[in-house]
Structure formats: C-alpha cells, structure tokens
C-alpha cells in the first residue's frame, strides 16, 4: 500500500501562483512516475504533468506547458507541481498519483486538493 498526502491547494487570482505537494510514504517501490492530473466540475479528470523518479523525464499536458513545473525529491517521497501564470480554466480539484512502473495494478490516488482560480 502506498499512502499520497497533498498539500497546496487555494484560492488565487488569476495570474498569480501556487505550489503543490504530494508526499508518498508506505511500499514505495525505487523505479515509479508520480504526477498530478486534475479534475473540473462536469469534465473527466485528465493529465496535468508526470515525472518518473530514475530518469526524471517528465510529460505535461499541452494547456499547462510553459506554466507550469513538475519536479520531485526522490529522497523525501515527494513530488511537487509549480503553478504560475493561473487561468480560471485550471480551477479544479488536483490529485497526486502515484504508478509503481512494471508491476500491474500498483497505483494509487491522494484525496484531492481544492485550486480555484478567480478571474
């Protein structure tokens, strides 16, 4: 079992900024990719940005690319989501994940966290 806390969600102005956190604690397996995806009312939950811990390679969703910077501490379990820029379109809950790579079945979820983004 893994367990993701996430911390960082808030209401903000558009234009302005936040920081996620997610921490991972349990069976956390060495070779994983942990990310964020997103959720809005009435619209499937979708992808924001991914890293995977060996090689840090990330992937991002198109309508975040350039404001927004996915980063992790391998050695805290962390993984962390640097929002600038924030559009009332990136108002949703925000949810950390986390993927053992090669092993079926090994992913888990954080509860959500809250970003609301005022125009």
């Known amino acids: 079992q893994v367990q993701l806390v996430e911390s960082g969600g808030d209401l903000v102005q558009a234009g302005g900024s936040l920081r996620l956190s997610c921490a991972a604690s349990g069976s956390i397996r060495s070779t994983n990719v942990m990310g964020w995806y997103r959720q809005a009312p009435g619209k499937q939950r979708e992808l924001v940005a991914t890293?995977?811990?060996?090689?840090?390679?990330?992937n991002y969703a198109e309508s975040v690319k350039g404001r927004f910077t996915i980063s992790r501490d391998n050695a805290k379990n962390t993984v962390y989501l640097q929002m600038n820029s924030l559009k009332a379109e990136d108002t949703a809950v925000y949810y950390c994940n986390y993927k053992a790579l090669g092993i079926v079945g090994n992913d888990y979820w954080g509860q959500g966290t809250q970003i609301t983004v005022s125009s």
């Open positions: 890293i995977i811990s060996s090689t840090r390679r990330t």
